[in-house]
């Protein structure tokens, strides 16, 4: 709390100062004190100009507002330990679990599929999704027809036009969208797997380390699987 003189306030009112007062100038205004002092403003101020004392009331003013800045620090500090708490608990639930993030890369496990999604602002005549792999080649057509506005979902089973299995390892998909004679890309989104994650500082967001991406921040994470 701020440091305020009470000897010159008891000084101003014309009273002798305590000898708590008088041993400790300068120091700082509790409670009881602050109460003190308003009881004998009070009690010993001229009738005619009543609260006329300006330092007086700009040291009560100090008073609340420096206790009310400490009750908010409080306040604070406790929201901020409970939300920590609920990062580590939300941490804790998502090492293992598949989650679906915005992305045209997708990672191949061995025996396993890709899955993802197109978002569609709108409803198409036609969406056609293409796999590459990283050397650009396409090495998968999935015809998915008409569709409506929304999320549509696709998923690769691994395996190139012939039906052999192809490696393990980080593919791209893209969405050819048709509205009649209209062609456009469509919003691509991966399935990924959560290997770790770290808690944020400072009240920065979760960070996700996700399978054949890297790290990705929570706030992109679109589902959770």
């Given at each position: 709390?701020?440091?305020?003189?009470?000897n010159?306030?008891?000084?101003?009112?014309?009273?002798n100062?305590?000898?708590?007062?008088?041993?400790?100038?300068n120091?700082?205004?509790?409670?009881?004190?602050?109460?003190?002092?308003?009881?004998?403003?009070?009690?010993?101020?001229?009738?005619?100009?009543?609260?006329?004392?300006?330092?007086?009331?700009?040291?009560?003013?100090?008073?609340?507002?420096?206790?009310?800045?400490?009750?908010?620090?409080?306040?604070?500090?406790?929201?901020?330990e409970?939300?920590?708490?609920?990062?580590?608990?939300q941490?804790?639930?998502?090492?293992?679990?598949?989650?679906?993030v915005?992305?045209?890369?997708?990672?191949?496990?061995?025996?396993?599929?890709?899955?993802?999604?197109?978002?569609?602002?709108?409803?198409?005549?036609?969406?056609?999704?293409?796999?590459?792999?990283?050397?650009?080649?396409?090495v998968?057509?999935?015809?998915?027809?008409?569709?409506?506005?929304?999320?549509?979902?696709?998923?690769?089973?691994?395996?190139?036009?012939?039906?052999?299995?192809?490696?393990?390892?980080?593919?791209?998909?893209?969405?050819?969208?048709?509205?009649?004679?209209?062609?456009?890309?469509?919003?691509?989104?991966?399935?990924?797997?959560?290997?770790?994650?770290?808690?944020?500082?400072?009240?920065?967001?979760?960070?996700?380390?996700?399978?054949?991406?890297?790290?990705?921040?929570?706030?992109?994470?679109?589902?959770?699987?």
């Amino acid at each position: 709390m701020a440091d305020i003189d009470t000897n010159n306030i008891y000084t101003q009112l014309g009273l002798n100062p305590p000898t708590e007062a008088r041993t400790k100038e300068n120091d700082e205004l509790g409670q009881t004190e602050f109460l003190e002092l308003m009881t004998a403003q009070l009690t010993y101020q001229d009738p005619l100009k009543p609260m006329e004392n300006g330092d007086f009331l700009g040291q009560m003013a100090q008073f609340g507002t420096v206790s009310g800045i400490s009750e908010l620090n409080n306040t604070f500090s406790s929201l901020s330990e409970s939300f920590q708490s609920n990062q580590a608990l939300q941490a804790s639930t998502l090492v293992g679990r598949r989650v679906m993030v915005p992305s045209s890369n997708g990672y191949l496990a061995s025996g396993e599929s890709l899955q993802g999604s197109v978002e569609l602002a709108q409803s198409a005549s036609k969406v056609t999704i293409t796999i590459e792999n990283q050397a650009s080649q396409v090495v998968n057509r999935q015809d998915l027809g008409a569709q409506q506005a929304g999320l549509i979902d696709f998923e690769w089973n691994g395996m190139d036009a012939r039906g052999n299995p192809l490696p393990a390892g980080e593919y791209r998909v893209a969405a050819e969208v048709r509205r009649g004679n209209e062609v456009s890309a469509g919003q691509m989104y991966t399935v990924v797997d959560v290997e770790s994650v770290t808690l944020g500082v400072g009240g920065q967001d979760l960070t996700l380390s996700v399978s054949g991406l890297g790290d990705i921040d929570m706030n992109q994470v679109r589902k959770i699987l």
